[in-house]
């Protein structure tokens, strides 16, 4: 994989006043706003940073998770789902421990942090999924009476 770079800078453009079409559109949009980090300053140029990570950019993952567990999913379709209940905790503690993982990394603009969260975020979901999987199928084959040998 290529690398990835430990700074951004980009040119900070005045803001043109809105006219009353752009207004009325930007109040139409259903999709939730994302608030940019605060920008910090270096070397003259705007810097933006990516770590941590919003609230609302958390919130929306972790039920993106309990999806990914408790309905059909590409992960579903092999290892099974999960009750909601069970989908939740699951989620819930796989990103608190990424985000723990993704904490513990010092990057200037958190590109290497976002990185390693959703890195472990990944290995965490399918490996949950396949331990998951695992418990169910040994819970069947104790269920099943042995065959007597001849």
Same mark, same amino acid.
């Given at each position: $994989?290529?690398?990835?770079?430990?700074?951004?800078?980009?040119? &900070?453009? +005045?803001?043109?006043?809105?006219?009353? #079409? /752009?207004?009325?559109?930007? #109040?139409?949009? +259903? %999709?939730?706003?994302?608030?940019?980090?605060?920008?910090?300053?270096?070397?003259? /140029?705007?810097?933006?940073? &990516?770590?941590?990570? +919003?609230?609302? %950019?958390?919130?929306?993952?972790?039920? $993106?998770?309990?999806?990914?567990?408790?309905?059909?999913?590409c992960?579903?379709?092999?290892?099974? +789902?999960?009750n909601?209940?069970?989908? %939740?905790a699951?989620?819930?503690?796989?990103?608190?421990?990424?985000?723990?993982?993704? #904490?513990?990394?010092?990057? #200037?603009?958190?590109? *290497?942090?976002?990185?390693?969260?959703?890195?472990?975020? /990944?290995?965490?979901?399918?490996?949950?999924?396949?331990?998951?999987?695992? *418990?169910? $199928?040994?819970?069947?084959?104790? %269920?099943?009476?042995?065959?007597?040998?001849?």
């Amino acid at each position: $994989m290529g690398e990835t770079a430990d700074t951004i800078y980009t040119t &900070v453009l +005045t803001p043109q006043p809105e006219s009353e #079409s /752009s207004k009325k559109r930007s #109040s139409d949009a +259903t %999709s939730p706003k994302v608030e940019a980090e605060p920008e910090k300053k270096h070397g003259g /140029s705007t810097m933006l940073s &990516v770590w941590p990570p +919003t609230q609302l %950019s958390r919130d929306y993952l972790l039920n $993106m998770l309990i999806n990914i567990l408790s309905k059909d999913s590409c992960l579903s379709k092999r290892y099974g +789902t999960l009750n909601p209940e069970e989908a %939740s905790a699951l989620a819930k503690s796989i990103e608190e421990d990424a985000y723990v993982v993704g #904490s513990n990394l010092v990057s #200037s603009d958190g590109i *290497k942090n976002l990185e390693a969260y959703t890195e472990e975020i /990944s290995y965490r979901i399918n490996k949950c999924a396949k331990d998951q999987w695992k *418990k169910k $199928m040994n819970a069947r084959c104790s %269920s099943v009476p042995e065959l007597e040998e001849a």
